[in-house]
């Protein structure tokens, strides 16, 4: 089991930046791979960023070069950077949890957090 808890949305003018965080407890967390996604407006969920099994990031191509994802795994916190903001930016970001597996993540997410709200005005 893995409880995930966000906080850092805001509402930020377009151009300004915002970092997201995840706390992560329980049980499981040493045994997870951890991402952001969120959710628009009238849109499905997508996903943001993501780490892999061996460590790499993958990001969506609308936020590459802009945002940036990093986890303190003595604080067992999962970052967001979010830098340039857009107003297609604006979004619920929630933070997520797959089961970690011997040799890859699982494909999907088991645990979500409650979301953060993020608004980017023009």
């Known amino acids: 089991q893995v409880q995930l808890t966000e906080s850092g949305g805001g509402s930020v003018e377009a151009g300004g930046s915002l970092r997201l965080a995840c706390v992560a407890t329980?049980?499981?967390?040493?045994?997870?791979?951890m991402g952001w996604f969120r959710q628009a407006p009238g849109a499905e969920r997508e996903p943001v960023a993501n780490?892999?099994?061996?460590?790499?990031?993958t990001y969506a191509d609308s936020v590459k070069g802009r945002f940036t994802i990093s986890q303190d795994n003595a604080e067992n916190t999962l970052y967001l950077q979010m830098e340039r903001l857009k107003p297609e930016d604006t979004a619920i970001y929630y933070c997520a949890a797959r089961i970690r597996l011997w040799n890859r993540c699982a494909t999907s997410y088991n645990y979500w957090g409650q979301g953060t709200q993020v608004t980017v005005s023009s």
């Open positions: 780490f892999e099994r061996d460590g790499s990031t």
């Open positions: 329980g049980p499981g967390i040493g045994h997870v791979c």
